[in-house]
């Protein structure tokens, strides 16, 4: 019983670091990120694509040329979509 316990409770830490893991290897990605009005993520990567994270955590759509707004009141015209590339960079360090 105790090493079942011991796995349940290994489990749960596992899945409590996997978001930050795939957080970090998104924003290692970028040169820089913004934090948007609407509660999601701007990332800007060091070759000047952008990319959108809303605020569940998922890469999403991006039109070029659509403008983002920043907590602070910066507007930001997005110049390029790479929703693949986030996508692919959220799952670094997820459970299959």
Do not use: C, W
Not at 19 to 29: E, F, G, L, N, T
């Amino acid at each position: 019983m105790k090493n079942v316990s011991s796995m349940f409770a290994l489990v749960v830490l596992v899945g409590l670091a996997a978001p930050a893991i795939a957080a970090d290897a998104a924003k290692a990605q970028a040169a820089a990120t913004h934090q948007l009005k609407d509660g999601g993520t701007l990332y800007i990567f060091k070759d000047g694509k952008m990319a959108k994270e809303n605020k569940y955590g998922n890469a999403v759509y991006l039109k070029k040329g659509e403008t983002q707004e920043t907590v602070d009141g910066q507007k930001l015209v997005a110049n390029s979509n790479e929703v693949a590339r986030l996508r692919d960079l959220i799952g670094v360090g997820h459970l299959d």
